[in-house]
């Protein structure tokens, strides 16, 4: 069996889906993006596999990764990492199509017979936080993420630190204490801000925070850590076991956040995952992407002991009349009950596309860009 064609689709919202077939006919699905660098990464995908796997026996998917990694004298980033992680997923498809089984099958199997998944809400006052997570509860979601940090000067006001606070007191009055929340603080504060706003943003016990500091400067993260109760997550803009090495080495967060369709697909997170069992460290895999991404999610939890909850953005507890799902032949494949998640059992990511819906979206046209803010003065805030 060989490799022996493949096609790529932009899709909306956001999203790249990778084709990958084979000369006996089987088809896998991996779905390598960089939110904002479509085009890049599709030329990334393009360049690997024209170059490298065409014509190789998909089975052989340790070897592929390293050579994909290796195989060049400049290599990592996020570019590179995530069209070898959408690779990889589609690799890891194939395999589980060939031998009839799931893909935590092939990766040592279950550790668990279901992941609790957890639901983004947002809303731009407090009280429209409170209505969107009310909802949410009501749709069977046990734990919740938010976003309160918004636009940070580099030292701000206590006004601004009140109002992040505000939105997570809402959302905490409204849904009380039996529901965690993730407060997700997204890079965008100075060292100097995090410390005060994760002191002032504790009593509402949240969950974690997020991504209290840029990747950069994760050497002040111990800083953070002396001010405040609550753990702390990150990971999201790592894209390997080398980048996250001294993250847990030294234990730096409680929770590592990789992403399987940016940190090297899932032969890379499941190793990520290990090294942080090894140091005591949770995993809470990142997902703000489509069906194929959260399906290799939904896989690696199966099979990842320290893993605590699911990120997702498909709102899989509507799978009908869902946008996000409609790539999908069946749009209710995810078995959702009571804020968890059953992984699909049929062989490979467990899902098949609906490749007239896939063709037929990526004539639309593709060019999300994230907002680009400024500060008062004219600088460039973080997004």
């Known amino acids: 069996m060989e490799i022996s064609s493949y096609e790529l689709f932009e899709v909306p919202p956001r999203w790249v889906f990778l084709r990958l077939e084979t000369d006996t006919g089987l088809v896998g699905w991996g779905e390598p993006i960089v939110e904002g660098h479509a085009r890049t990464t599709v030329t990334a995908v393009s360049e690997i596999i024209d170059n490298y796997l065409i ?109 992040a606070c505000e939105r997570v007191a809402a959302v905490r009055d409204a849904v009380g204490d039996d529901i965690d929340i993730a407060v997700d603080f997204r890079g965008r504060v100075t060292k100097g801000m995090a410390k005060w706003t994760a002191a002032e943003m504790d009593e509402y016990d949240a969950m974690f925070y997020e991504e209290p500091l840029l990747p950069e400067h994760f050497d002040a993260l111990p800083d953070v850590a002396a001010h405040s109760k609550t753990p702390l997550a990150s990971g999201e803009r790592m894209y390997s076991r080398w980048e996250f090495k001294r993250t847990i080495d030294e234990g730096l967060v409680d929770i590592v956040q990789p992403d399987p369709s940016h940190a090297g697909g899932i032969s890379e997170t499941k190793k990520i995952a290990s090294a942080a069992e090894a140091a005591d460290i949770q995993v809470a895999l990142h997902c703000p992407l489509g069906p194929i991404a959260f399906a290799t999610c939904v896989q690696l939890d199966m099979s990842i002991h320290n893993a605590i909850a699911q990120a997702q953005n498909l709102d899989i507890h509507t799978p009908y009349e869902n946008e996000h799902l409609a790539y999908l032949d069946d749009p209710d494949i995810f078995s959702f009950e009571n804020g968890y998640v059953t992984a699909p059992d049929a062989p490979g990511l467990g899902l098949e596309i609906d490749e007239e819906a896939v063709r037929e979206r990526s004539q639309t046209g593709l060019d999300w860009q994230n907002p680009i803010w400024y500060h008062h003065d004219g600088s460039v805030a973080e997004w």
């Not at 990592?76 to 498809?93: C, F, K, N, T, Y």
């Not at 089984?101 to 809400?121: H, M, T």
């Not at 509860?137 to 734990?143: K, L, P, Q």
């Open 55 to 163: 014509g190789k026996d998909p089975l052989d998917i340790e070897r592929h990764w390293q050579a994909m990694y290796r195989g060049r004298h400049f290599r990592g980033g996020p570019i590179l990492m995530s069209s070898i992680a959408g690779i990889d997923q589609a690799l890891w498809d194939i395999k589980g199509k060939h031998y009839g089984a799931p893909i935590y099958d092939l990766i040592g199997g279950r550790s668990r017979d279901r992941i609790e998944v957890y639901q983004w809400i947002g809303g731009d006052t407090p009280a429209a936080l409170a209505d969107a997570a009310v909802t949410a509860v009501e749709n069977g979601y046990n734990t919740l993420k938010m976003a309160p940090i918004g636009q940070f000067r580099r030292i701000d006001s206590p006004a601004t630190v009140s109002k």
